[in-house]
């Protein structure tokens, strides 16, 4: 199988992670709940994950890594731990439902959300930005790379206007965190929600919330923490403040080893890596009759070269064929070619919406650490016979 | 094999104690207690000084001011105590 899905997880993991998973289910306990040796192995392995992680993504503080299932719940921390009813939000076009569906929830119960839209390129407005963020604006939330078009926003300058407004910048990194810098200080994030199984290639069921010193975060779910066990309410020292419940020891030692595994491969390098193998696709998809590629992307694709947000790109590729619905093109790539794409809504439906594939839906492709030029040239092979046999 | 399970009763000893409120500042602790050569080691917190199930650091109170001029200074306490342990 040519697994171009990479973007929905990283599907091929480094040995060594799955390694360090089995070792931790042989061998250790749980992580705060006693001063036996498997605990305190728990204990240890839990907190060097959380400053490999700290450092893979520029936070001095890693005391402030917060473990969680996913990106999701990271993200569901951070809203609905930071918003109150009657609070203002900005968020955008390009947010995933993990951001989108506890927006709807506070609305719901009178916090008020605008977003940034995207025009028909996906490019982001970011006028927009600095007319909704105004002062009161308890948060804004930045997806730091489009899961749909692949492309990279301006952190910084979402930093600035937030800031400006005294409001607190949430950034999405569930699709940069491992393929890309991330500098959480330097780009003035607050809260930074990643996810531990795509580009980070870690175990399913990892992620997690960093919080700046000085940002206060509510407890969403509260239960046992390993300390302070008779006073009602959550500990207020971090990490244990936002992990109620037996954290997923086991996968954050792959987590840990994952970490560990991109800190040594290079970022840097990942990075570079993945940008030539996107430039390659879109360059031959663009000779591909009938397709149609979405997302901001330069004619000359040798600008991508990461230098800025505007000149880099995550490594995914939207697209639908002429002759195919995206569903079928998706299925046939599969069935035909054995080639993992993902059809559909991709959980991003302004983003859809905004490209004007809210019915078509899209195929996207997705690159990583273990994709090669060959499986890219066969994704494109492929294509090309599939677009010769489009039906009218 | 301790003397309790060999069956001569635990001998109590006297020991200083550092408390914590976070189980990352206890091995926080451990980690910079390690890297100066302070003796001691993480046990569950004693019921005398909280009823709590965090972890603390039992040392010899020969250790007691090494800790206190190597390793204080680098993390967050939430007391320290004399017992016989």
């Not at chain 1, 175990?203 to 000085?214: F, I, K, N, S, W």
């Not at chain 1, 505007?310 to 046939?332: C, F, I, K, Q, Y």
Request: aromatic letters at 6%; hydrophobic letters at 45%; charged letters at 20%.
């Amino acid at each position: 199988m040519v697994y171009l899905n990479c973007a929905a997880t990283a599907h091929e993991r480094p040995d060594c992670v799955i390694d360090a998973v089995v070792r931790a289910m042989r061998e250790l306990g749980s992580s705060g709940r006693g001063a036996a040796e498997g605990e305190l192995g728990a204990a240890r392995t839990v907190m060097v994950a959380r400053e490999r992680v700290a450092s893979l993504l520029g936070f001095g503080h890693s005391e402030r890594v917060v473990f969680a299932a996913n990106a999701t719940q990271a993200l569901n921390m951070a809203i609905l731990g930071t918003v109150r009813p009657g609070d203002r939000v900005v968020a955008t076009d390009w947010d995933h439902n993990s951001v989108l569906r506890p927006l709807h929830l506070l609305a719901g119960r009178g916090a008020h959300v605008d977003f940034v839209p995207a025009d028909a390129l996906g490019r982001l407005d970011y006028d927009a930005l600095g007319r909704l963020v105004a002062p009161g604006t308890r948060l804004v939330v930045c997806t730091h790379a489009s899961n749909l078009t692949g492309n990279v926003a301006d952190v910084r300058r979402f930093a600035r206007v937030a800031h400006a407004a005294g409001a607190l910048l949430l950034v999405d990194a569930s699709q940069t965190a491992g393929a890309a810098p991330v500098d959480m200080e330097a780009m003035g994030a607050d809260l930074l929600a990643f996810t531990g199984h795509k580009a980070l290639m870690g175990p399913q069921g990892t992620g997690g919330l960093l919080v700046a010193p000085g940002v206060d975060v509510r407890p969403v779910i509260s239960g046992g923490t390993g300390v302070l066990s008779f006073a009602e309410g959550m500990p207020d020292a971090y990490p244990e403040h936002l992990e109620a419940g037996t954290l997923n020891g086991h996968g954050i030692a792959g987590l840990s080893a994952a970490a560990d595994f991109v800190a040594r491969a290079g970022v840097d390098a990942i990075h570079a890596h993945d940008l030539a193998l996107t430039r390659r696709f879109v360059a031959g998809a663009r000779k591909v009759p009938g397709a149609h590629v979405y997302g901001d992307w330069p004619e000359d694709l040798a600008l991508l070269d990461g230098s800025t947000p505007a000149r880099d790109h995550a490594p995914v590729v939207t697209l639908n064929m002429d002759g195919w619905e995206s569903s079928e093109l998706a299925d046939a790539l599969d069935e035909d070619f054995g080639i993992a794409t993902r059809a559909g809504g991709h959980c991003a439906p302004r983003m859809h919406r905004a490209l004007g594939t809210q019915d078509a839906g899209a195929v996207r492709f997705s690159f990583g650490y273990f994709t090669g030029e060959k499986d890219v040239d066969l994704a494109l092979e492929a294509l090309g016979r599939l677009s010769a046999e489009a039906r009218p | 094999m301790s003397a309790a399970a060999a069956g001569g009763g635990r001998r109590r000893r006297p020991r200083v104690v550092v408390a914590f409120d976070s189980t990352h500042e206890a091995l926080e602790c451990e980690r910079l207690c390690r890297d100066a050569g302070v003796a001691g080691r993480l046990i569950p917190t004693p019921v005398s000084i909280r009823a709590d199930c965090g972890l603390a650091w039992a040392m010899p109170p020969a250790s007691r001011g090494e800790f206190e001029r190597l390793v204080a200074p680098g993390v967050t306490c939430a007391g320290t105590y004399e017992l016989e342990l």
